[in-house]
């Protein structure tokens, strides 16, 4: 395969079986189309914005070595993408978990889960003012959380459970956008201010420094907002409808 279609194909292969069973009858998430696509939209357009003041900062960055060319707002067509592909494999996923798992596995679990990231990017905050990744991921985190703890929604239970067994997925997706090799990192390390050979790249003077295999710790956080946004939006259209 051409690598300039790598990331594209990082994204495809993504959505490309949750798509297709989106139309199974139990789960029929294509029923669901009509309050998943205005939250992704919604989501996306916030991402969007910060991805662009991020990469025009030199926050991170892309390799044209691994996109296909075109790009919107300074940003390659495949990025735009990857906030579609990934919150819909996401939500999909959660809403096959409620459809076939009896019973909530995290219903004593999802306030505690939610008070616990709130402390933590408290933290994470206070300890990271210079570094822009770090800071800003935690802070948009913890105004969702905030308004979690004042929604309190039924779902967070199931919304910590997906999260967990997404991280997998997510680690892995992401892995391979920033030069994933089992062989050169160890589960976790710290890595050069910019790999220059990833398809994403990260500036570290802006990040924690450390690294779950090849993906930026903070990404775990940023997985979290994005995945958190896209599922409020979508059980709060969903209620309202």
């Known amino acids: ?19 297709l069973l989106s139309f ?26 910060w991805d662009v003041l991020f990469a025009n900062a030199g926050i991170w960055g892309f390799n044209n070595d691994y996109l296909m060319g075109p790009r919107i707002l300074g940003l390659p067509v495949e990025e735009w993408l990857f ?11 959660y809403e096959t978990f409620k459809a076939w798992i009896p019973g909530e596995p995290f219903k004593k679990w999802g306030k505690p889960a939610v008070y616990g990231m709130a402390a933590l990017c408290i933290l994470l905050m206070a300890t990271n003012v210079g570094k822009h ?39 892995l997706a992401n892995g391979i956008l920033t030069g994933l090799d089992f062989w050169q990192y160890p589960i976790l390390n710290s890595t050069p201010e910019i790999v220059s050979d990833q398809i994403v790249w990260y500036n ?17 956080v940023y997985g979290f907002l994005l995945i958190g946004m896209n599922i409020s939006l979508f059980e709060g259209l969903r209620s309202k409808a």
């Open 24 to 49: 199974d009858k139990r789960v029929a998430f294509y029923k669901s189309w009509k309050y998943f696509w205005p939250a992704n939209l919604i989501t996306l357009i916030f991402f969007i914005v």
């Open 133 to 171: 990744y770090t800071f800003f991921t935690t802070l948009f985190t913890f105004i969702g959380l905030l308004v979690m703890i004042r929604w309190r929604p039924q779902w967070l239970g199931w919304f910590a459970f997906t999260y967990l067994i997404i991280l997998i997925p997510f680690l």
């Open 83 to 93: 906030f579609i592909c990934i919150p819909y494999a996401c939500v999909f996923l």
């Open 1 to 19: 395969m051409d690598s300039h279609f790598l990331y594209l194909a990082v994204n495809l292969g993504s959505l490309a079986v949750p798509l």
């Open 204 to 220: 570290n003077d802006h990040n924690l420094g450390f690294r779950i295999f090849s993906v930026p710790i903070d990404d775990t």
